[in-house]
């Protein structure tokens, strides 16, 4: 058998007919079936595909006290057309990979990682193709995730590991995206350290150190945090569940993928949308003392952050330190509006795919 040839244990009783999809939130609902694989005597081996279910583990998995895990996440449209979209899942294979490799995760080649996480999400999406929502700005989230299965207490890396991806049929991650996010920027805690640390990796410890300045932030009635480099806190980095960008003065200013921030499949879709309009961007390093100035001095236009979740996401206002700025046009400003529709006019396959980003997935109608 081919790693990239899955047997499949369909569900007895499916569980569709208890969804509300008028009520999707993000990641509360998994659908009928996912993919397994396992990692032992040094080999990735037996994927499959099963229904959906809890997983036994010892409590003495070492990845429960240390955290050797990695995720990913990527969506899968229904289209206008009826079928199915899946936006880059070769670029989330990619960071992926990276994840592995900083988490000490064995790897397949990159190529044959990308091809079993492609052939494993057609397959899911074809199984549980009515999981797929069909409203706009509802899709399937997919998510892949590794864990190290060894129980032991000795601090070093697994001997065995279980790939999973499982499909969650979701809504909007912020609400109502008209209205904008609020932002606080952390000027005491760190995300992740500004260099050799695990920033760039898509890994649990990123999302534990974000949770407690996040309740600070929703406890100051702001939505989410914007973090600053771990070093001198100062220079902008991402907001943990997006990449950040912001317009000042008619350029597009993003942080550079230095090793500390997430280095996102939108914020890279959205520097490429922009670049082939023509418009001016800059990936370089921003410190919060510059945007702070452009807001007082009126140059700055548009924040907006990028994510997978998060998909083009207007910020509303920014509190620093005792005050708060808010961003002079109201919410979405016009380039945001303009990247959104763009986006999402690719993804659900009303607008031409001119970069190929999307993987097609025939339906049943
Ligand atoms: C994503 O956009 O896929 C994320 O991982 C953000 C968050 C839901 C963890």
């Not at 001997?159 to 809504?171: D, E, K, L």
């Not at 008209?178 to 760039?200: H, M, N, P, W």
């Amino acid at each position: 058998m081919q790693l990239s040839d899955f047997p499949v244990t369909h569900v007895e009783h499916s569980r569709l007919s208890q969804v509300n999809f008028d009520k999707l939130g993000f990641g509360t609902i998994f659908s009928d079936h996912m993919f397994s694989m396992d990692y032992e005597d040094s080999a990735w081996r037996n994927p499959r595909i099963h229904p959906y279910q809890a997983l036994a583990l010892e409590p003495g998995v070492a990845m429960l006290h240390y955290g050797q895990t990695v995720f990913d996440g990527y969506k899968a449209f229904r289209g206008l057309d009826g079928d199915a979209r899946v936006f880059r899942p070769d670029m989330n294979a990619r960071r992926l990979h990276n994840s592995c490799r900083r988490l000490c995760i064995p790897v397949m080649e990159i190529d044959e990682l990308s091809e079993i996480m492609i052939n494993a999400t057609r397959e899911l999406i074809r199984l549980d193709h009515e999981w797929v929502p069909s409203g706009w700005g509802q899709s399937l989230y997919i998510r892949p995730l590794i864990i190290g299965t060894e129980s032991t207490l000795e601090v070093r890396a697994a001997s065995s590991y279980r790939f999973m991806i499982m499909t969650s049929p979701v809504g909007s991650y912020f609400g109502d995206l008209q209205k904008g996010v609020s932002l606080r920027v952390e000027d005491r805690y760190t995300r992740a350290a500004s260099s050799g640390g695990l920033g760039e990796a898509k890994t649990a410890a990123n999302y534990a150190a974000s949770l407690l300045p996040g309740s600070e932030s929703r406890a100051q009635g702001f939505d989410q945090v914007l973090w600053l480099d771990g070093n001198e806190h100062r220079y902008v980095e991402e907001v943990g569940a997006m990449n950040i960008f912001f317009k000042i003065g008619g350029k597009v200013v993003t942080p550079p993928l230095g090793g500390s921030i997430l280095p996102g499949v939108v914020r890279d879709s959205a520097l490429t949308l922009l670049d082939d309009w023509g418009l001016p961007t800059e990936e370089r390093r921003i410190a919060i003392d510059e945007v702070i100035a452009a807001f007082r001095s009126g140059v700055l236009e548009e924040v907006f952050g990028a994510g997978t979740a998060a998909v083009i996401c207007p910020v509303a206002s920014i509190g620093y330190r005792d005050e708060v700025f808010h961003v002079p046009a109201k919410p979405p400003g016009e380039l945001t509006q303009r990247l959104y529709d763009e986006l999402t006019g690719i993804q659900y396959g009303k607008l031409e795919d001119r970069h190929c980003w999307n993987l097609r997935v025939p339906l049943p109608p």
